[in-house]
């Protein structure tokens, strides 16, 4: 018997690949300050050219869409796993698709990825949208509400390149623009 549909997920990606194939763009205590103390990463960067769709990974309702400080153009989606609710994080977004408190279905289109937040001076293969699985929608820094997106997809793709293509009747419309806040 498969999953039941509400449960069903997929990559907020069509093309799916850790940037740069590093650890250090994994989950958890990946990074180093620079005394060389561990640094926490709070999610898993997909390499993104500017302007790439990214889409809801599961069922639910938008629960923040706006900037948010480092993250930048910011959507934050809830989702259902193994009877939990969850939430999706897209960060250093250049447009949005969707507004606050609106459903959402797997696959519906969130947005664009950009640069915005702390990834502005970013170019060429440091492009990325930086994606979280939280278990709290807004948790404050460092690792607490945020959980490995492994939990979730069983997988990480650092090495190889995970596809996850969309309906291509599915149409986005921009609503915010970054820049325009
Ligand atoms: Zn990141």
Known sequence: MGAPMNDSIRWPLVENHIRKSSESNTFGRVRKHADGSPKPH??????????????????????????????GLLVV????????????????LKQVFVELNQAVEMGTPIGETGNSGNAANLTGD????????????????????????????????????????????LIALPLVEAGAH
Not at 48 to 60: F, H, K, R, S
Not at 81 to 88: D, G, K, S, Y
């Open 77 to 92: 989606t809830s989702f259902k796993f193994r009877h939990q609710e969850l939430f999706a994080v897209y960060a250093h």
């Open 42 to 71: 709070q999610g898993w960067d997909f390499y993104a050219a500017l302007g790439t769709n990214c889409y809801a990974i599961g069922a639910g309702k938008v629960v923040y869409s706006h900037y948010h400080g480092d993250f």
């Open 126 to 169: 440091e492009l990325h949208l930086h994606f979280e699985v939280r278990n709290v929608p807004m948790p404050g820094l460092g690792l607490a509400g945020r959980i490995s997106p492994f939990h979730v997809y069983g997988i990480c793709p650092l090495h190889q390149t995970i596809s996850c293509p969309v309906q291509p009747s």
